[in-house]
């Protein structure tokens, strides 16, 4: 039976930490079996404490791709009352978990997931594994999967109700680039549209810019049970 696969988030990132830690016991290990007299102890301790550190942190991130990223898609969505006639976006949809995730919510609506398939941001990120995905999950009738960057796209004003992103936004450079998502995700919702963006970072930023847009912004977070790095929410929505 085939199953959704929802990939690694930052892969490279978690390589490095496990890489680090790794070469972090080694240097332990040299200094407690093999020349106990000539590594500093400074070293050893900073080996120790670091590799550990770095350890548990790439534990952590496995641990959320599998577990925890689960759980908080169902916090976004339980942020917003889905009637199930919606045009839902998702910014950033890698392999289509928060467009999957709102889909299986839809009577009438659609949810669409746009992303411009970056590997270092998620395992083998393509455009035929959201598509696998949502296959697999059987909402291939609810979704459409286009390959855009949210900063420069050609989808119309006004045309969806609800805009979902998780761990997206942060990727884009710039402060003024960020500026720029946002202001697009503005364009892109109706009047009475709301936003409801997940980061580690940037989130106060995100929140000024639709505060400066006159949207209604509140703030949730950060959860450190259940994500890491502990993600924010900002909750948006467009009042004119």
Known sequence: MKKANYGIDAPGVIYTLLLISILCAGIVTYAWFYAPATVPVWLVSFALWGGGICFVEGVLMVLYSK???????????????IRGNEQVLDVGTGRGLLMIGAAKLMITGRATGIDIWSGKDLSNNKKALAMFNAQVE???????????DITKN???????????????????KG????????????????????????D?????????????????????????????????????????
């Open 67 to 81: 577990i925890g990223k689960f759980r908080h898609r169902d916090r976004m969505l339980k942020l917003y009352k």
């Open 138 to 148: 059987g909402v291939t009738d609810k979704v459409n999967i286009e390959t855009a």
């Open 154 to 172: 050609e989808l119309p004003d006004n045309s969806f109700d609800l805009v979902f992103s998780n761990l997206c936004l942060h990727n884009i």
């Open 175 to 198: 402060k003024d680039q960020r500026k720029v998502a946002c202001k697009e995700i503005y364009r892109l919702l109706t009047t009475g549209g709301t936003a409801i963006i997940s």
């Open 200 to 240: 580690f970072k940037n989130t106060k930023e995100y929140a000024a810019t639709f505060d400066e847009l006159r949207m209604d912004v509140s703030r949730k977070g950060p959860y450190f049970f259940d994500t890491f790095p502990p993600l924010s929410i900002v909750i948006a929505r467009k009042i004119c």
